[in-house]
């Protein structure tokens, strides 16, 4: 008869992320079927986003920074609207 597996007790409490990080590194969640329960969740899946290097040159990145600031956005999504507007009328 196989002998069940001797697994350490959850902590009650954990003093910190990292202790529970800690925890759950050396943990199998699986040998704790009676300590989670399911729970119904609703998740809205965006984008995905990537991030790249563009070199620019000064002048433009000046002008970028303060239409964007008149626009009360980040740099970075000005520029993403500008592309996406652009590449919109280039597939026509």
């Excluded at 119904?40 to 600031?69: F, N």
């Excluded at 520029?79 to 597939?91: C, F, H, P, Q």
């Amino acid at each position: 008869m196989p002998r069940k597996k001797q697994v350490d007790p959850i902590p009650e409490e954990f003093s910190s992320y990292e202790e529970a990080a800690e925890f759950w590194d050396t943990h199998n969640p699986e040998d704790y079927p009676d300590a989670f329960r399911p729970v119904k969740a609703i998740v809205e899946l965006r984008r995905r986003r990537y991030e790249i290097e563009i070199e620019l040159d000064e002048e433009l990145v000046k002008r970028l920074r303060a239409v964007a600031r008149r626009r009360k956005k980040t740099i970075s999504q000005l520029a993403s609207e500008i592309l996406r507007k652009e590449l919109v009328a280039l597939g026509k």
